[in-house]
Antibody
Framework: EVQLVESGGGLVQPGGSLRLSCAAS????????LNWVRQAPGKGLEWVSY????????YYADSVKGRFTISRDNANNSLYLQMNSLRVEDTAIYYC????????????WGLGTLVTVSS | DIQMTQSPSSLSASVGDRVTITCRAS??????LNWYQQKPGKAPKVMIY???SLQSGVPSRFSGSGSGTDFTLTIGGLQPEDFATYYC?????????FGQGTKVEI
């Protein structure tokens, strides 16, 4: 079964850091591009970041550029999101999602991990 | 960046109704348009990809159409399990932007 499982969420103070992980199974991890998407409480979906299958190309939403870093470990089937200088407005459920080929749809999604930024 | 505009933002419908949700892109995205369903407390799930391709396991009452800038998701014969929020998403370019969502309520 193709599966993604996020971890690493929690409560952090403004200005703090957190590292999210996404463990993949059931498919050849190194063949697929991956994304992080977040959803603030009661709000819609917001794309956060993309990484190519090799890990050489990364892109970020303007709202997180310079603060968040996406990376992957193809040997261990894992995706990461390093989040620094966290703000209250970063509070959200963070999902990892695999891109399908060739039209880049997101499937599957993980269950999500909640990040709460609050003092 | 490509902006995605969905309408309506919410709608009320009854079981058995035919429901149509529209999505407009701020520039041409060919057929790089996907539709997701999200139920409360759950992750989104792809229903339609590449504008009109039905994801495996999704009931055939769901259909998608359109290309370029204008797209439609149709649910032909709403079922109780279809009450949810639906999002369109363009996957033509990065950032992979989503529409604001359409909540389908009873």
């Amino acid at each position: 079964e193709v599966q993604l499982v996020e971890s690493g969420g929690g409560l952090v103070q403004p200005g703090g850091s957190l590292r999210l992980s996404c463990a993949a199974s059931g498919f050849t991890f190194s063949n697929y591009e991956l994304n992080w998407v977040r959803q603030a409480p009661g709000k819609g979906l917001e794309w956060v970041s993309y990484i190519s299958n090799s890990g050489r190309s990364m892109y970020y939403a303007d709202s997180v550029k310079g603060r968040f870093t996406i990376s992957r470990d193809n040997a261990n089937n894992s995706l990461y999101l390093q989040m620094n200088s966290l703000r209250v407005e970063d509070t959200a459920i963070y999902y990892c999602a695999r891109e399908g080929q060739p039209y880049n749809w997101f499937d599957p999604w993980g269950l999500g991990t909640l990040v709460t930024v609050s003092s | 960046d490509i902006q995605m505009t969905q309408s309506p933002s919410s709608l009320s419908a009854s079981v058995g109704d035919r429901v149509t949700i529209t999505c407009r892109a701020s520039q041409s995205i060919s057929s790089y348009l996907n539709w997701y369903q999200q139920k409360p407390g759950k992750a989104p799930k792809v229903m339609i990809y590449a504008a009109s391709s039905l994801q495996s396991g999704v009931p055939s009452r769901f259909s998608g159409s359109g290309s370029g800038t204008d797209f439609t998701l149709t649910i032909g014969g709403l079922q109780p399990e279809d009450f949810a929020t639906y999002y369109c998403q363009q996957s033509y370019s990065i950032p992979r932007t989503f529409g604001q969502g359409t909540k389908v309520e009873i």
